[in-house]
């Protein structure tokens, strides 16, 4: 009685220590994406973004039916033809049928995997036809943007450094006293989410992106574009991405850079294509060199005739 109590407690116990992580653990997936409490990857706002999400719901679901088919012969065979029932095993070693079919089978299924991630990568390294492009350079612990062109124009003395926001800068230095939950943009926790200075991008144009870094590798992450490229010392790596809907995407540095690694946030606020112009030509504006002052016209010496008058000698 009293041990089988204490067994029953520690099962108690277990699960409660296993909710209690996955718990823990749901909640940290749940602050690392803006919809609470979701357990998928994010279908993404561009025209690129459907890609890696096709491909991961097909996978999911090719591993679930071959999951169902594979325990479900397996437990079948262990209750149903187990030798307590007086089942006999079969004596043959070899059906040519079910080896070709068992054959067969996953080589389709991974040809069709293969054939759409392959697909899918050709799709993401074509950047031709950008109508603008923007310089992404990384650095520690803070990104460099810089506009080059767009829509077959030059672009010139627009960018800027975009770092980690003061609110929360000041919030998660040690013994600050501040409280990271009360860190909110629009009603929604900012914290170590937000930035400065966001990149401005207009929507429904195919935006090329030449990506490098300053000193040790970065990567640059915005899981709402469905890509995430590595910003390497040295080398220009090139990606894309086409915004279908307006809205404020954010992301974070991907690769391990150093102590403040994780407080490099990306933030990017995709506007309509009139609301960028507007704001190009502002920050154009902006950047333009004041027209010199025009110098004082030189005065012209004025020479004075001395008076003649009658002298006597």
Known sequence: MTSGGIRHHGIRRMATVVATGAFALLCGVARANPVPWQMDMTKGATTYSHVPYDLNMVSLLVCVVIGILVYGAMFIAMFRF????????????????????????????????????????????????????????????????????????????????????????????????????????????????????????????????????????????????????????????????????PGVYRGQCAELCGQDHGYMPIVVKAVSKADFAKWLAAQEKASAPAPAASAPAPQTAQVVAPAVGSAKG
């Not at 697909?119 to 350079?137: A, E």
């Open 82 to 245: 187990r030798k307590s029932r007086g089942a006999v095993a079969e004596k043959w070693s070899h059906n040519t049928v079910v080896e070709i079919i068992w054959t067969t089978i996953p080589v389709i299924i991974l040809a069709s995997l293969a054939w759409m991630a392959t697909n899918g990568m050709r799709k993401f390294y074509d950047t031709t036809g950008s109508q603008m492009t923007v310089k992404i350079t990384g650095y520690q612990w803070k990104w460099r943007y810089d506009y080059v062109d767009y829509e077959g124009k030059p672009i010139s003395k627009v960018g800027f450094m975009s770092k980690l926001d003061d609110l929360s800068n000041e919030t998660r230095q040690l013994h600050s006293g501040l409280d990271p939950y009360a860190v909110k943009t629009d009603g929604y926790n900012t914290y170590l989410l937000n930035v400065d200075k966001p990149l401005v991008l207009p929507i429904h144009t195919k935006i090329r992106f030449v990506i490098t870094a300053g000193d040790v590798i970065h990567s640059w992450f915005v899981p709402a574009f469905g890509w995430k490229m590595d910003a390497i010392p040295g080398v220009i790596n090139a990606a894309w991405t086409n915004i279908e809907k």
